[in-house]
């Protein structure tokens, strides 16, 4: 069965603490992953697709990564304007359907 | 711009009313999706079209239904409403080939059913 696991489910981080947030992903063809960040109230906005094993994409403060089997979301040196949920989700086989993780609520504390 | 919105942005209905959410691109995307977000369960599909005339339901359909004329709109449709239809709702579109599958999203219409 396709699934997209997030982790962890929430994050707490000083203003300038570097660290990283997971997407790990079992499918059949994988066509893409992408990341959104959510904010509260709205609607998820769309950062990265990361098509093949390898590929890095990088805005701002912000460095996605992808392997075979995960996504990894860098966040050097964060801001308070950095907290936000933060969403996986991935596109597999013919499927135009993408199918999401769970998310990673990430606080910056200023 | 070209942008996707969502009216009303808040709802509030009483149980077994109809309530139709409606959704508006102007990308000139063929496809749409029609989401609800809860705490604990994520994003889950309800309704999905991808393009004119086209529907099929996602993994949470029962007690909604969805009609698209044209391009542009995909209006959403609780047949009587229920209570456990209180969500957040969002709508979103993506354009059809060439692998891009990135879906934009509308601000999102929170509904409650008392």
Redesign the interface.
């Known amino acids: 069965e396709d699934q997209v696991t997030q982790s962890p489910e929430a994050l707490r981080l000083q203003e300038g603490e570097s660290s990283s947030l997971n997407c790990s992903y079992t499918v059949s063809g994988l066509?893409?992953l992408?990341w959104?960040r959510q904010d509260p109230?709205?609607?998820?906005?769309?950062l990265f697709?990361l098509?093949s094993a390898g590929e890095e994409k990088e805005k701002e403060r912000l460095k996605a990564t992808l392997t075979k089997k995960e996504s990894f979301l860098h966040i050097t040196a964060p801001k308070p304007e950095d907290s936000a949920t933060y969403?996986c989700?991935v596109?597999a086989g013919n499927n135009?359907?993408?199918i999401?993780?769970?998310?990673t609520s990430l606080a910056v504390n200023p | 711009d070209a942008e996707i919105t969502q009216s009303p942005r808040h709802k509030i209905t009483e149980t077994g009313r109809q309530v139709t959410l409606a959704c508006h691109q102007t990308w000139n995307h063929n496809?749409m999706?029609w989401y609800r977000q809860d705490l604990?369960?994520?994003?889950r599909?309800i309704h999905?079209s991808?393009g004119v005339q086209d529907t099929n339901k996602?993994e949470v359909s029962d007690g909604y239904s969805v009609s698209r004329s044209n391009t542009e709109d995909l209006p959403l449709t609780l047949e009587s409403a229920a209570s456990s239809q209180t969500s957040v709702y969002?709508c979103?579109s993506?354009p059809?080939g060439g692998?891009?599958?990135?879906?934009?999203?509308?601000?999102?219409t929170r509904l409650t059913v008392l």
């Open positions: 066509r893409g992408f959104y109230g709205k609607g998820p906005e769309f697709t098509y969403l989700a596109g135009r359907k993408l999401w993780g769970l998310g | 496809n999706f604990g369960h994520g994003l599909l999905y991808y996602g969002f979103a993506s059809s692998g891009t599958d990135t879906q934009y999203f509308g601000p999102g």
